[in-house]
């Protein structure tokens, strides 16, 4: 996490021509969420998950940031490696986008679009159960920014990944997948319930076929969606801290890029918890 808020700080500096970068607006959270039917592809049982998360969102001059850290905890049906103990993962995402209009000084935000940006980032993961995956991920392309209250953006990026794989018998456990594309959308779109705060957000990812995996099978394209319909517990707008509580699904077809077969689809409901501030 610390090479993380490194990176962006990096990014922001150079942007800036050396010059430290004022943020327009910052939003920060940590959250909590729990399902009991995750499954991991060749894992022939469902198992529970306790998921905490820090986020972090804020712009500036010439755009925005988004750091997204979870820590996963499964139970013993999900083990650590070499252990009847229940595995852990941590699993981060960076992303950086620059806008068109702030870049280019070009006035935007009527019609259907409000903006174009170039999105660019990395995913990075560790995990302890029997895959431990080491995942590098690298995305860069095209966005749109569409013109609605909240949150809508539609990407098509470019998308390279790097990881490694502790199953016994990998024919090249340490694997550079082939390019291929990642097509995004994510949400957020804030409303009322009566006189308490509410938001629907969540995120589709789809991943094309990456070529071959660590045994040399040819992967499939995967899908992956997390969304989550979230209420204020207490009255007010804009009001911080603030304690959302609510339920969310997540539905995973091809994990990992796995071609059919057990655990490979993941279908379950979370309850979930989040702090803003």
Do not use: C
């Not at 995990?127 to 966005?143: C, D, E, Q, W, Y």
């Amino acid at each position: 996490m610390k090479k993380a808020l490194h990176g962006a700080t990096v990014l922001l500096t150079l942007f800036s021509g050396g010059e430290a970068v004022a943020l327009e607006w910052m939003n920060n959270s940590v959250g909590f969420r729990y399902g009991q039917q995750f499954t991991n592809p060749n894992n022939p049982d469902e198992f529970s998950k306790r998921i905490y998360s820090f986020t972090h969102a804020s712009g500036y001059q010439y755009g925005s940031n988004y750091l997204n850290l979870d820590v996963f905890l499964s139970d013993s049906r999900d083990p650590r490696k070499g252990t009847d103990h229940g595995g852990s993962e941590v699993y981060a995402v960076y992303r950086h986008q620059l806008y068109a209009s702030r870049v280019f000084d070009v006035p935007l935000g009527t019609g259907v679009i409000k903006d174009y940006a170039l999105t660019f980032g990395f995913d990075a993961n560790r995990n302890n159960n029997l895959a431990s995956a080491k995942k590098r991920a690298l995305v860069i392309g095209p966005t749109l920014k569409f013109n609605t209250v909240g949150v809508l953006d539609l990407s098509l990026m470019y998308y390279k990944e790097r990881n490694h794989s502790g199953i016994p018998g990998a024919k090249e456990p340490d694997h550079t997948f082939d390019d291929t594309y990642m097509l995004n959308l994510t949400w957020m779109r804030p409303f009322d319930i009566g006189n308490h705060g509410a938001k629907f957000q969540g995120f589709i990812n789809h991943v094309g076929e990456k070529g071959e995996d660590f045994h040399g099978r040819d992967t499939a394209p995967e899908t992956l969606m997390r969304t989550a319909l979230m209420v204020a517990v207490r009255p007010g707008k804009g009001v911080k801290p603030n304690l959302y509580l609510g339920v969310g699904y997540e539905y995973w077809h091809n994990k990992f890029g796995v071609d059919g077969g057990r655990g490979s689809r993941t279908s379950t409901p979370t309850v979930n918890m989040e702090v803003t501030f």
